[in-house]
């Protein structure tokens, strides 16, 4: 058994340190492997170790089994709580990080000193120590600035008034033109209409996606017409739920490449009202642009993909939302750019 327990102890370690490593790299899998590892040491290996050190040294140090376990069980749950956005993890890391100090190191240390087969004693401490220094380590590594998150705040909020605004300049060009254009022409606009609300309600579900998979379907954060509050968002920083959606568990599917795709056609379909006007076809395809680039940074040619430029591996909830309030907006000034160069060309017909 003591073999197995070591053995279990070293393995659910290593399992740990990737699933960090993964984190830190922003690489798909890092939430399965370090919710894994934590649950393995806490409802695995913790329970065994401290029943099989109970049973070889009798009751001489019980109060080191409780304070060890207490401490273990409270701060490693806390941490996979807090590394998920799971809600409760302030609570949890509130009690549980102090406690190892205040609590499980005096009685180890008592324990220690009286201990004269000290191997096992050793051994769960050690354990104990390395897993927690690691932790917390690989939580500070994701900490995000919250003046950089108060930022995103204000910058979301700039854009999503930029995008009322251009709302509104589009529906009063689309009342004009209806004054004077033909039963044809109208339903032409219709069209666009109908296809604009297309492509602008799959950015809108794609957020309301995003938010309520850190936040829970009842979050208060999705308001009226699923406009986004992200002053209500506590999960600002989450990235592996996001990176799920956004990319699917491979990298090369999920929202962001059904999103390109409606892109690329909803550009095509603007282009066409353009007819043969060469400058607004080109700002249209460059507002709507989806194409792969080619970086040439520190001497390197490799494609970039679309959706590795907007919506990277390991990218914040804060800030696809805000990426894809900037899609949004280029949306909008597309459709404009369509709807003038429609004023124009039922201008050239009626002269």
């Not at 806390?78 to 549980?96: D, R």
Request: aromatic share 12%; glycine share 6%.
């Amino acid at each position: 058994m003591k073999k197995f327990i070591y053995i279990s102890g070293v393995v659910i370690i290593n399992i740990f340190v990737f699933g960090a490593l993964f984190k830190i790299q922003h690489w798909p899998g890092s939430g399965i492997l370090i919710t894994l590892s934590l649950e393995l040491f806490c409802f695995g290996f913790l329970p065994l170790a401290f029943i099989q050190s109970y049973i070889g040294n009798g009751r001489k140090h019980k109060s080191l089994y409780i304070a060890g376990f207490i401490c273990a069980f409270i701060t490693f749950i806390g941490a996979m709580f807090k590394i998920q956005h799971w809600s409760g993890a302030a609570y949890f890391l509130i009690v549980g990080i102090p406690l190892p100090f205040l609590y499980f190191l005096p009685v180890y240390i008592y324990n220690h000193n009286k201990s004269k087969e000290k191997s096992m004693l050793n051994f769960l401490g050690v354990m104990f120590m390395m897993v927690y220094v690691a932790l917390f380590t690989s939580i500070l590594s994701l900490n995000i600035s919250k003046d950089i998150l108060e930022a995103f705040n204000t910058g979301e909020k700039d854009i999503a008034q930029t995008n009322d605004i251009l709302s509104i300049k589009n529906q009063q060009i689309y009342k004009t033109l209806e004054t004077s254009c033909t039963e044809k022409e109208m339903e032409k606009m219709e069209q666009l209409k109908a296809k604009t609300y297309v492509i602008n309600n799959q950015i809108n579900d794609i957020k309301a996606v995003l938010v309520k998979a850190v936040e829970g379907s009842k979050t208060s954060a999705i308001e009226l017409c699923k406009k986004i509050s992200t002053n209500a968002i506590w999960g600002k920083d989450e990235s592996s739920k996001t990176t799920v959606i956004m990319r699917g568990d491979d990298g090369t599917t999920g929202s962001a490449v059904a999103l390109k795709k409606q892109l690329g056609t909803y550009c095509e379909y603007l282009k066409s009202f353009t007819c043969n006007n060469s400058d607004y076809a080109k700002r249209i395809e460059e507002l709507l642009n989806t194409a792969d680039f080619k970086d040439t940074c520190n001497g390197e040619n490799r494609t970039v993909l679309w959706e590795d430029d907007f919506f990277p591996n390991g990218a914040y909830l804060v800030t696809i939302l805000c990426n894809l309030n900037c899609i949004e907006t280029n949306v909008k000034i597309a459709e404009g750019e369509a709807l003038e160069s429609l004023a124009e060309n039922f201008e050239g017909g009626q002269k």
